[in-house]
């Protein structure tokens, strides 16, 4: 009868133990619960689009032009008459020499072949009587966050801050600069319109990008 009786008074101090351990599990979880949702439901941080904006325009990839070595005629990618190739003979590049029907010779000289040396990413492959170059000129780097607005809670308008980093060909093909300002208007739109020429040393630019959460993280809106 003792015996029964300690047992029960034990049984009954344990009880309320249970539910206080049980009713302070189920706070915790509810506080983890409320905090994880309040930060997802959070407005995006600088911070935040930081990493997602600079990762958007490096996935642009750089600014590139394209031309050829050898006979080079008129297609649909290559028009010898266009302005790009006199701008790199004006710049020490390349020589150009006329050729029959419409054609032209292009020629990389001893300082093209320097300077191209140097130019990280060039890709070079060999094309009928000569060469096919493409070579970088200037990628996109962010310079800083601006104002985010929040369209609903889980998408946002990023304003943001970016500039050129340009190697040494983009001072060739810079629309600022002496080289590109010796044409004329209408060749110094093609160079801009068509072969990549633009202001790598100018002001940074201002822009927006869509940004949308998923799940926890930030990405690119898509269309």
Same mark, same amino acid.
């Not at 000569?130 to 200037?138: C, D, E, Q, R």
């Not at 110094?188 to 993280?217: M, V």
């Given at each position: 009868?003792?015996?029964?009786?300690?047992?029960?008074?034990?049984?009954?101090?344990?009880?309320?133990?249970?539910?206080?351990?049980?009713?302070?599990?189920?706070?915790?979880?509810?506080?983890?619960?409320?905090?994880?949702?309040?930060?997802?439901?959070?407005?995006?941080?600088?911070?935040?689009?930081?990493?997602?904006?600079?990762?958007?325009?490096?996935?642009?990839?750089?600014?590139?032009?394209?031309?050829?070595?050898?006979?080079?005629?008129?297609?649909?990618?290559?028009?010898?008459?266009?302005?790009?190739?006199?701008?790199?003979?004006?710049?020490?590049?390349?020589?150009?020499?006329?050729?029959? @029907?419409?054609?032209?010779?292009? +020629?990389?000289?001893?300082?093209? !072949?320097?300077?191209? &040396? #140097?130019? $990280?990413?060039? =890709?070079?492959?060999?094309?009928?009587?000569?060469?096919?170059?493409?070579?970088?000129?200037?990628?996109?780097?962010?310079?800083?966050?601006?104002?985010?607005?929040?369209?609903?809670?889980?998408?946002?308008?990023? @304003?943001?801050?970016?500039?050129? +980093?340009?190697?040494?060909?983009? !001072?060739?093909?810079? &629309? #600022?600069? $002496?080289?590109? =300002?010796?044409?004329?208007?209408?060749?110094?739109?093609?160079?801009?319109?068509?072969?990549?020429?633009?202001?790598?040393?100018?002001?940074?630019?201002?822009?927006?990008?869509?940004?949308?959460?998923?799940?926890?993280?930030?990405?690119?809106?898509?269309?």
């Amino acid at each position: 009868m003792f015996e029964a009786e300690v047992e029960m008074e034990q049984r009954s101090s344990i009880l309320p133990l249970l539910l206080m351990l049980c009713l302070a599990a189920a706070i915790v979880g509810l506080v983890g619960y409320v905090v994880l949702q309040v930060r997802e439901q959070s407005p995006l941080k600088a911070q935040q689009a930081n990493p997602v904006v600079a990762a958007a325009l490096a996935a642009q990839g750089p600014a590139v032009i394209h031309f050829r070595t050898g006979v080079v005629k008129t297609s649909g990618d290559e028009k010898p008459g266009d302005p790009n190739y006199r701008l790199l003979e004006k710049a020490g590049i390349v020589k150009v020499a006329k050729a029959s @029907g419409g054609s032209v010779v292009v +020629t990389l000289t001893p300082a093209g !072949d320097h300077l191209l &040396a #140097g130019i $990280p990413g060039l =890709k070079k492959e060999k094309k009928d009587s000569g060469f096919s170059y493409k070579a970088p000129l200037a990628e996109r780097q962010l310079v800083s966050i601006g104002a985010i607005e929040m369209n609903g809670v889980n998408g946002a308008i990023v @304003g943001y801050v970016w500039k050129w +980093t340009p190697n040494q060909l983009a !001072d060739v093909f810079d &629309a #600022g600069g $002496p080289l590109v =300002k010796s044409f004329n208007t209408w060749d110094r739109q093609t160079l801009i319109n068509k072969y990549e020429a633009d202001f790598y040393h100018g002001d940074p630019t201002r822009s927006t990008l869509a940004l949308a959460r998923n799940g926890k993280e930030w990405k690119v809106a898509t269309p």
